[in-house]
């Protein structure tokens, strides 16, 4: 009987949840909104990131994130050799374990080269989505001077990233409406903190601002984001395993195709954050976003 109903509670949750969310939102005021959420429009500004513009960015992926994955991966290949770069056949608790065996035996070592590979990827991501949303206000903004405030705002994006994944995991023990709807209310808030240098609490709260009155149409741009990167991720590795299959010395290879989907999608990962922050501005405060030919020509 116990089973049954918490079973019921599973199935059911959700959609209760999901009801008194509706219910509370149908009695607060509706958000004016100047224009409407451009889906289309995000989306061409998160891929435009690889017009003739985004050269400097990709060479910044390429030092902050595509290079320390490599060594990341060449080192732990060194220190276990038995562990592949991909491990086809064994599973993944498999090669999990293997990790867990090297966190046993070179703790400080794994833990050092994790905590380097985040912050070499929060760093470009602090300077890209500024570059990109400032490019997309129509700012005269230069990398050099993203760079230059990147370090600055490090541990502050590192406190609103670990302070929106908890409100998220926790808000998920709520039969996950209210998770879906934090993520959405939060997801700018990275590029509020970098773009307005507001403080953590204040980050998040404009975030949640500018979001209300669009967050179903940022859900399905997210969902479309997900898409199509999984698709391309997909294409990608079923191309490399037809050309160089599963032949020992294609190990490096693996580890640099690897390393290039990594800076694919952490360009494509900024250039959407910083769209989504961009067009959430027009669509709220209604300042003029210039026409892309412009600002990635």
Sequence with gaps: MMAMLMLGLFLLGPFVTLGIWLWLRSRREPVELIETFDIGSVLGRSFAVFGREGRPVALL???????????????LRAVMPELPAVSPGTGPNAQADRLIGLFRTFPAAMTGGML????????????????????????????????????GLLLPTLAVTVLGYLGFLASLLLFVVPGVVMALNWLAAIPVMVNERTGIIEA????????????????????????????????????????????????????VVQALVAILSAIVHAGFFAAVYVELRRVREGFAIPMLAEVFA
Aim: hydrophobic share 60%; aromatic share 6%; net charge positive.
């Design 61 to 75: 992926a390429l030092l902050l994130v595509g290079l320390p994955q490599m060594l990341w991966m060449m080192t």
């Design 116 to 151: 380097a590979l985040l912050l070499c990827s929060f760093l470009f991501y602090i300077v890209a989505i500024r570059f990109w949303a400032q490019r997309g206000e129509g700012r005269d903004v230069t990398l050099g001077s993203a760079i230059r405030l990147a370090p």
């Design 204 to 255: 998040l709260r404009r975030s949640r601002m500018l979001a209300m009155g669009s967050r179903g149409r940022m859900l399905v741009a997210a969902l479309l984001m997900l898409v199509l990167t999984m698709l391309v991720s997909l294409v990608g590795n079923v191309a490399m395993r037809g050309l160089i299959g599963d032949a020992a010395p294609a190990a490096t290879l693996l580890i």
